[in-house]
């Protein structure tokens, strides 16, 4: 451990705002890109939903027509 | 070795295979990334001349690394499907252009940011810093040319055209700190392969740097894995084993995307 503490951790030796922003923006754009691919994933789920059903709809208007 | 991929150029092959591949480059990846930025910010020493600012490198380099590796692969899927004709291979192009942009955006942003407390400046317009500038507008070129058209896969073939001819721009960007004077410094690493030369930086913080390296291509590969699934299920979305996998999908899609 090259630090003595959290404070000093934080700190980085007075470069702290240049370090964390730069970890920090780095992970946010990797967990922004994992949770868009997770929320298209769901939005594809709906669709296909939707298209089922609108298929059975049809089936059942053909089967009953 | 033609026999043996030409079964990918089905979406159901490709969507299986990735399914497979996901979790071997998620979680090694995940778990790299742990140790690395660990390892890196609190482990290895500071810097003689830079002290702490220089912790930067345990993204920044990464980043570099792969925003470039990530666009000679997605180069050569353009390169598979303009020759075969493959629709799999352009829609890898278009996995992979976001996440490649991604890692350009983070190279450049963290290089501002070690800019400025080193060199005094958040931005020069030196030949690396140009040039990789020119690699994130050649990403967002591909990806803008694959939706500017109606057909898409009029699309596909332009987006994959200008994935290949900017190829140009990689042995650029390595070699622009040995052709011009730039402020931005020579390389440490990778003139090892590229010059048969031992690494310029101190073992106790080229460790945590490799390992960083692996971590970063697992979590790259990993989004364009999941990117990739989903276009694939996109454009099949009528299809039986598409619609069977969405279907299914809830109670297994939590961990495996």
Known sequence: ?65 | MWRWLHPYAKSEATFALNQKLLPWFLIPGLLLTLVGVIWGLAYAPPDYQQGESYRIIFVHVPAAIWSMGFYVSMAIAGLIALVWQIRTAEQAVLAIAPVGAVLTFISLFTGAVWGQPMWGTWWVWDARLTSQLILLFLYLGVMALYVAFEDERAGGKAASILALVGVINIPIIHYSVYWWNTLHQQSTITKVITRFESPSIAPEMLWPLVVNIFAFMGLAAALIIMRLNNELLRREIHRPWAQKILNTGDKENSDAV
């Open chain 1, 1 to 65: 451990m090259q630090f003595d503490s959290w404070s000093a951790f934080i700190a980085m030796g007075g470069y702290g705002v240049y370090v964390w922003s730069a970890f920090f923006v780095t992970f946010l754009c990797f967990g922004l890109l994992a949770l868009e691919a997770v929320w298209r994933r769901t939005k594809l789920r709906d669709e296909a939903r939707k298209q089922q059903a609108r298929q059975q709809r049809i089936e059942k208007a053909k089967r009953e027509s």
